[in-house]
């Protein structure tokens, strides 16, 4: 069992910045297992950003260049620092965890850009 706990949402103001921790307990293999996604009102869940093979990472085109995800392995922690927030970036970020199977999430932490 994996248990991912998320935190750091809030509301900002557009052109402004928040960091995203997500903290793992359990039987966690590697951090560089998790990722981040989030999903608007009427929207479907989507990537954000994870990590890849050979400590990569990839993110939404329309994240890039704004947000940077980042981990700690010996706090089982990984970070989603977002910069220059715009108001299509409101939404329920959630922190996932897959390494084979199942896929864990975490309960998600609101962030709300207002214009």
């Known amino acids: 069992q994996v248990q991912l706990v998320e935190s750091g949402g809030g509301l900002v103001q557009a052109g402004g910045s928040l960091r995203l921790s997500c903290t793992a307990s359990?039987?966690?293999?590697?951090?560089?297992?998790m990722g981040w996604y989030r999903q608007a009102p009427g929207k479907q869940r989507e990537l954000v950003a994870i990590?890849?093979?050979?400590?990569?990472?990839d993110y939404a085109d329309s994240v890039k260049g704004r947000f940077t995800i980042s981990g700690d392995n010996a706090k089982n922690t990984v970070y989603l620092q977002m910069n220059s927030l715009k108001p299509e970036d409101t939404a329920v970020y959630y922190c996932?965890?897959?390494?084979?199977?199942?896929?864990?999430w975490g309960q998600g932490t609101q962030v709300t850009v207002s214009s």
């Open positions: 996932r965890y897959q390494y084979r199977s199942p896929i864990y």
């Open positions: 359990g039987n966690i293999f590697s951090i560089n297992y």
């Open positions: 990590f890849t093979s050979g400590g990569y990472a």
